[in-house]
């Protein structure tokens, strides 16, 4: 008799635990999914955030490493982002893919990393390094002008490979220069207007 209480004991013990877990996540996806139709809010956060880790190392003087692979993992955000869901120089599928001539029929652009993963992985990632910055084990002694040196040249170059994947493939992954269309008008209004 003693083994079943004691059985029952010890499954009862994690329950608070796993209750708590369950419950906060459910309260960060329930904000997660409210802050989904506000990308400009969420970008300012998330920028406020950047700037807050800035201020971080800044004062500190150290933690370039940290700061170097967040780096590094920003810049393959940012190509995932600007690139199609399908890459017409590497795969061939049966979805919908770039159009390649002025008869072919239009395909909306599909990005690989939708803005909101783009963001939440941003945030995130600033959380993560933000938190490495309080411990000294992740501040490795580097000459920080030479990673910079280094980031800046892994950018230009990898951004001058997408642009020219943009510029063959015909797409471009922002709404700036596109064509925009209005709504129907309202009959009435418009005979208003003539009066």
């Not at 600033?126 to 992740?138: D, E, I, K, L």
Request: charged share 20%; proline share 7%; glycine share 8%.
């Amino acid at each position: 008799m003693e083994g079943g209480l004691g059985g029952e004991a010890a499954a009862g013990a994690p329950l608070p635990l796993a209750k708590w877990r369950r419950d906060f996540s459910r309260a960060f996806q329930y904000y997660l999914d409210r802050s989904t139709p506000h990308p400009v809010g969420r970008w300012l956060g998330t920028l406020s955030l950047a700037l807050v880790y800035s201020v971080r190392v800044y004062f500190v003087q150290g933690f370039y490493i940290v700061s170097y692979g967040l780096g590094i993992y920003l810049l393959n955000l940012l190509i995932g982002f600007l690139s199609p869901m399908v890459d017409p120089e590497l795969e061939v599928s049966d979805e919908p893919s770039l159009p390649m001539r002025g008869s072919d029929e239009f395909k909306p652009f599909i990005r690989r990393l939708p803005e909101f993963k783009f963001w939440y992985s941003i945030t995130k990632a600033f959380c993560v390094a933000f938190v490495m910055t309080f411990f000294s084990v992740f501040d490795i002694p580097v000459f920080w002008p030479i990673l910079v040196c280094y980031w800046i040249i892994l950018f230009v170059l990898t951004m001058k490979r997408q642009i020219v994947h943009m510029i063959k493939y015909k797409y471009v992954p922002f709404d700036i220069g596109k064509q925009r269309y209005g709504g129907k008008k309202n009959p009435r209004s418009s005979s208003l207007s003539k009066d």
